[in-house]
């Protein structure tokens, strides 16, 4: 049984990682007074996303329309950042390296002010 420990590993490591995910945007959630339970419920979290970024919540349609769905993303993920006083870069940030930039915004002292205005 030499080397199963391998086989093990990677899918514990993508596990621990997942739920420190799961634990960030608990708290990004949290911050805004949403509950952070629905980090965990698939659907139900890019609605609370969409509120939190103060964008209407029928853009859940659009990110059912490939292609169109990149593009909603990267402008929630923009509205989210600015949502919690950061920059247009951060919310880059949050769209192309997440993993990296959800516990910044959770675990980080980032408040959440409010949906930007238009």
């Not at 049984?1 to 490591?13: D, F, Q, R, Y």
């Not at 516990?103 to 002010?113: E, K, R, S, T």
Request: glycine residues 12%; proline residues 6%; hydrophobic residues 60%.
């Amino acid at each position: 049984m030499e080397g199963s420990e391998g086989g093990i590993l990677a899918p514990l490591i993508m596990l621990a990682i997942t739920v420190f995910i799961i634990a960030a945007m608990w708290k990004v959630f949290s911050k805004a007074g949403k509950p952070g339970w629905a980090a965990l419920v698939p659907i139900y979290n890019v609605i609370v996303m969409l509120e939190i970024a103060g964008r209407p919540v029928w853009w859940l349609l659009l990110m059912f329309i490939p292609l169109v769905n990149i593009i909603v993303a990267l402008v929630v993920a923009i509205d989210l950042a600015k949502a919690y006083g950061k920059s247009t870069g951060f919310g880059l940030g949050l769209f192309f390296l997440s993993f990296i930039f959800y516990p910044i915004l959770g675990f980080g002292d980032a408040q959440y002010v409010g949906a930007p205005t238009r």
